[in-house]
């Protein structure tokens, strides 16, 4: 919604604000105006659209997750370089029922980008094994599994690995 450099400017006014109220001994709107200027400096890590699409894939609706991040114009510009990746993440994901070839591109992406959390990172491994072997990459299906395997600390991925595995076994 908001630029980024935007979001910081009005944390720090919102924050120079509550500044005011403290010493107006107004505590109590200091207090909330501190906790409205902490949820702006979030949202210049965690991007609200990012989010909202997040939530919309938990709901398995890959058309309104794709409606949340077409309305990020200019990613490259308006997101920071983890949130581009999970930009990438999320078009990657939606576009692994549909083309493969587009969503190796945007795994690819998302991987080099970086992601926050592990099993994401896993979870995007993963995905690029299951291309690889339809692509009949069998050595680079398996690295793949391997990373995505360390990647995953609390086995949270386990059964999807397994499947992998034995899939690969077939090829």
Same mark, same amino acid.
């Given at each position: 919604?908001? !630029? ?20 107006? !001994?107004?505590?109590? !709107? ?43 114009? !200019? ?97």
């Amino acid at each position: 919604m908001f !630029n980024k450099i935007i979001k910081l400017i009005l944390a720090v006014l919102v924050l120079a604000f509550a500044v005011f109220q403290f010493i107006e !001994n107004n505590i109590g !709107n200091g207090i909330l105006l501190v906790l409205l200027s902490g949820i702006f400096v979030f949202l210049y890590f965690k991007n609200e659209l990012i989010l909202l699409a997040f939530l919309r894939l938990r709901k398995q609706d890959f058309e309104g997750t794709k409606k949340w991040l077409d309305k990020i114009k !200019n990613p490259e510009a308006a997101l920071t370089k983890k949130q581009q990746g999970y930009y990438n993440y999320l078009h990657g994901l939606i576009l692994s029922q549909t083309n493969m070839t587009k969503a190796e591109k945007y795994f690819r992406t998302a991987i080099r980008l970086g992601l926050s959390m592990k099993h994401d990172l896993a979870m995007a491994k993963l995905n690029l094994a299951g291309i690889a072997m339809s692509k009949r990459r069998k050595r680079e299906a398996q690295m793949l599994i391997k990373e995505a395997k360390s990647l995953d600390k609390h086995n949270m991925l386990g059964d999807q690995i397994k499947m992998m595995k034995q899939q690969m076994k077939k090829f």
